[in-house]
């Protein structure tokens, strides 16, 4: 991929996210917010901006596991960080499936076959979704109704696996592209190679680790609501904030729209008035600072981490 199609992406993305922004702002009152955000206090930011970045370190580890179960070994350590947060580049996308550009920054960098990783993003996801229901299911303990997200999750889950575990289901799909020849002749080997790896993966003693992790990364950067709220002098008990961020990060990835843009937020601001009893400026300004702290944040690391990669690979992307 161009580097300068990614940039395209991102600023379309990011004009998207101005316009929502922009939108909630509008309509919420520019001078209200604009108070709020002056009686802010920033060390809470700078807090969650900590706690989110603490986030991503774990879920690091989560890709070094991956890596190590499906056998890729070689790779040195900080070309790997920087290949995993390089990811976050296409954040903002449907499902975030453009985080599968770190098989193609692996592929180039290291020639590790892009077949072989790109079912950690399905892995990924898979247990990133268990980890926000147990989220979803703690916070609902305080008030009623609340279980309702964490049965439609739980489900979701459940149909995954079974459809990753079993044979019959991808083996069908396989003979079906490899009879039909052509592209999807040539595409079968590589679907049937990401399957193998997708099983590997999603076994259950390759699952309770990186679940573990993902309870917890979630629950760092759902801490970060809670810490921003506090800078605003809201008061929202942690278990509501984490089931307020866990269920508007769900409705968001359910919904496919780049980076569940809008109805993340609209979510989480209608959640934090009507059952946090949150101000409404304040429930607006904590919502935009909470996804700059959570979304666009991962965006700025992820260049971040590409240019450094490009300095240390430089024909990385280049289309040689």
């Known amino acids: 991929m161009n580097p300068r199609t990614l940039v395209r992406r991102l600023l379309v993305a990011v004009l998207l996210g101005v316009a929502v922004y922009a939108a909630f702002v509008l309509f919420r009152g520019f001078r209200g917010i604009r108070d709020a955000l002056s009686d802010f206090r920033w060390s809470m930011f700078a807090l969650a901006l900590g706690m989110t970045f603490g986030n991503y370190v774990l879920r690091f580890l989560k890709w070094e596991f991956y890596l190590r179960r499906l056998g890729i070994l070689g790779v040195p350590k900080w070309d790997s960080f920087l290949t995993f947060l390089s990811g976050f580049v296409l954040t903002v996308t449907p499902g975030k499936v453009g985080e599968v550009f770190k098989s193609l920054v692996l592929f180039e960098t290291h020639g590790v076959p892009g077949a072989r990783t790109a079912p950690i993003v399905v892995a990924d996801r898979l247990t990133d979704l268990i980890g926000i ?144 009893g949150v101000p409404q400026i304040a429930a607006t300004s904590a919502m935009i600072l909470v996804r700059i702290a959570t979304l666009w944040f991962a965006v700025l690391l992820g260049f971040i981490a590409l240019a450094l990669l490009r300095r240390r690979h430089p024909k990385l992307l280049s289309g040689e």
């Open 133 to 276: 229901i147990v989220l979803v299911i703690i916070g609902s303990l305080g008030f009623p109704g609340g279980l309702v997200w964490a049965y439609l999750g739980s489900f979701a889950v459940l149909v995954a696996l079974v459809v990753i575990s079993s044979r019959a289901i991808p083996d069908a799909i396989v003979r079906w592209m490899d009879g039909r020849g052509g592209f999807f002749g040539k595409l079968a080997p590589r679907v049937a190679t990401a399957w193998d790896s997708l099983r590997i993966l999603v076994t259950p003693g390759a699952l309770v680790v990186p679940t573990v992790i993902s309870v917890t990364s979630w629950a760092l950067e759902g801490l970060s609501l809670y810490v921003i709220l506090l800078g605003f002098r809201a008061n929202v008990a942690p278990p509501m904030a984490l089931f307020f961020y866990a269920t508007s990060q769900l409705a968001g990835a359910l919904i496919p729209v780049p980076g569940g843009l809008g109805v993340t937020e609209g979510s989480l601001e209608q959640q934090l008035v009507r059952l946090g």
